[in-house]
């Protein structure tokens, strides 16, 4: 079983960037691929990009140009940074670990946390 | 950019069986998940790669594939087993994962 726990300001203005901690509690850093998701009721569940502890992050191409996600291994930690947020962008923002199917398939997600509310409003 | 589609909702009575379909046009081509999330609690993975139960995961949960569609089925259904229910997949070149709209599962 892994923990994930994440942690970040739960309010943030229009314009600002938005940054977003998840800490995972054993030594499986290197084990599973590094995921962040989010949630709103206009648009249900989104999947914003993934880190490997040893590969070049991968983006949802919606939101590529604003996203950054990065990796601490020696603090067990990922983060999750969006720029020039809007409204559009107040959701529930969980991290999940996942795991690749096969080559060529895409990733399922094994353990979420229990998410981080951030509005955006000033 | 690609879509899942679920029905919005479906409603049984404890005891029978629920169905739940998420179409895609990669679904020939990728695997399919499926997720259920309780209210205020986040999603549980429920059925990988079409059709394989994670530990843990009751029996009487399913999935199937066939074409454009992947079902989940729920044999048995039981007051638990309210919640919503999610699909996954990725599109056809492995760019992006993407969800279904959900689907509320209402036991009568």
């Known amino acids: 079983q892994v923990l994930l726990q994440e942690s970040g300001p739960g309010l943030v203005e229009p314009s600002e960037t938005l940054s977003l901690t998840c800490t995972v509690s054993?030594?499986?850093?290197?084990?599973?691929?590094w995921n962040w998701i989010r949630q709103s009721p206009g648009k249900g569940l989104e999947w914003l990009g993934f880190?490997?502890?040893?590969?070049?992050?991968k983006y949802n191409p919606s939101l590529k140009s604003r996203v950054t996600i990065s990796l601490d291994t020696s603090k067990s930690q990922f983060f999750l940074n969006l720029t020039s947020v809007t409204a559009a962008d107040t959701a529930l923002y969980y991290c999940?670990?996942?795991?690749?199917?096969?080559?060529?398939?895409?990733?399922?997600?094994?353990?979420w946390g229990q998410g981080n509310l951030v509005t955006v409003s000033s | 950019s690609y879509e899942l589609t679920q029905p919005p909702s479906v409603s049984v009575s404890p005891g029978q069986t629920a169905k739940i379909t998420c179409s895609g046009d990669?679904?020939?081509?990728?695997?399919a998940y499926w997720y259920q999330q309780r209210p205020g609690q986040a999603p549980v993975l429920v059925i990988y790669?079409?059709?394989e139960r994670p530990s843990g995961i009751p029996e009487r949960f399913s999935g199937a594939s066939s074409g454009t569609t992947v079902t989940l089925t729920i044999s048995g259904v039981q007051a638990e087993d309210e919640a919503d229910y999610y699909c996954?997949?990725?599109?056809?070149?492995?760019?992006?994962?993407?969800f279904g709209g959900g689907t509320k599962l209402t036991v009568l």
């Open positions: 880190i490997y502890y040893n590969g070049s992050p």
């Open positions: 996954q997949s990725a599109d056809s070149t492995n760019t992006c994962m993407v």
């Open positions: 790669k079409d059709n």
């Open positions: 999940a670990s996942s795991l690749q199917a096969g080559p060529h398939f895409g990733h399922y997600f094994t353990y």
């Open positions: 054993d030594a499986s850093i290197k084990r599973y691929y």
């Open positions: 990669a679904l020939p081509k990728q695997y």
